[in-house]
């Protein structure tokens, strides 16, 4: 992963043939003003600009992930801010372990005191996001402008087809005294075969490799929890494996890891 960010836009010499502003396409002036919100928004004193995980890992966000970035928040018309963290599989193609990130996304909406009505009878009026008040007609407030108006028409749409949703009776599935259920934990089997396949792929395993030690480790019931246990046994696992010693260390290390990301991303929803 490189240690330096590229530039968002290559620089523009100050001389009088210089491409104006004004003759770039409105698309491309928007994603590059939203290119510099997530420069501002994301910070990093030892890279520039990073996007840091909860785990406080860091990818340095070159010219090409900034205008990743800048496209998808612009095409979420509004769901995505510079605020929210990237998309989950623009962190997988980053190379970002996803396992343990949330996504985030915000919005930002003023309520308002007015009750209209409508065919469905009264109901709380929808909340309308407070606009940016633009102070001149330059090219940089134009585009500021664009954006915000952008946001706000999206979001006031959206807010629109929920709150149509809760009038038919749509959001309101589940008594109140229940909760909605969890997803299934994935079997034994198929977490030790999603944790092998990781592993190899951090340890640049062959696939003949990994197959292999998966089936030694599924034949003698062994568990993602069991191989993270201090205790292990790494004479035995390098026995029935056929990794070497230093390998499965690193198998119990990234075990434990496993686990513990496993568990704490369980917590969050329960």
């Known amino acids: 992963m490189p240690m330096c960010s590229e530039p968002f836009e290559?620089?523009?010499?100050?001389?009088?043939?210089?491409?104006?502003?004004?003759?770039y396409p409105p698309e491309s002036r928007v994603?590059?003003?939203?290119?510099?919100?997530?420069?501002?928004?994301?910070l990093c004193s030892l890279h520039g600009t990073c996007y840091i995980s909860s785990e406080s890992e860091h990818v340095v966000l070159h010219r090409h992930r900034l205008k990743q970035w800048a496209t998808r928040i612009l095409a979420s018309r509004g769901t995505l801010t510079t605020k929210d963290s990237p998309p989950l599989d623009l962190l997988a193609e980053w190379g970002v372990d996803t396992a343990s990130v949330v996504e985030t996304t915000s919005a930002v909406a003023t309520p308002t005191t007015s009750k209209p009505r409508g065919r469905n009878g009264p109901h709380p009026a929808i909340p309308i996001p407070a606009l940016i008040p633009?102070?001149?007609?330059?090219?940089?407030?134009?585009?500021?402008?664009?954006?915000?108006?952008?946001?706000?028409?999206?979001?006031?749409?959206m807010n629109h087809m929920v709150q149509n949703?809760?009038?038919?009776?749509?959001?309101?599935?589940?008594?109140?005294?229940?909760?909605?259920?969890?997803?299934?934990?994935?079997?034994?089997?198929?977490?030790?075969?999603?944790?092998?396949?990781?592993?190899?792929?951090?340890?640049?395993?062959?696939?003949?490799?990994?197959?292999a030690a998966f089936t030694a480790l599924q034949d003698k019931g062994y568990s993602t929890f069991v191989l993270g246990d201090k205790d292990l046994d790494i004479k035995r696992i390098g026995e029935l494996t056929g990794l070497s010693e230093g390998v499965v260390l690193g198998l119990r290390q990234f075990a434990g890891d496993w686990v513990e990301r496993k568990q704490a991303k369980r917590g969050r929803y329960n």
């Open 165 to 211: 949703g809760l009038n038919s009776g749509l959001g309101n599935q589940l008594s109140p005294g229940l909760k909605r259920p969890l997803s299934p934990l994935p079997d034994v089997c198929g977490e030790l075969k999603l944790f092998m396949n990781s592993f190899g792929e951090f340890y640049r395993l062959s696939n003949g490799v990994v197959e």
């Open 134 to 157: 633009v102070p001149s007609p330059s090219p940089s407030s134009a585009t500021e402008s664009m954006l915000t108006l952008m946001v706000a028409s999206n979001t006031m749409m």
């Open 10 to 23: 290559d620089a523009i010499p100050t001389t009088s043939q210089a491409p104006q502003v004004t003759n």
């Open 31 to 42: 994603l590059a003003e939203i290119g510099q919100q997530i420069r501002s928004r994301w």
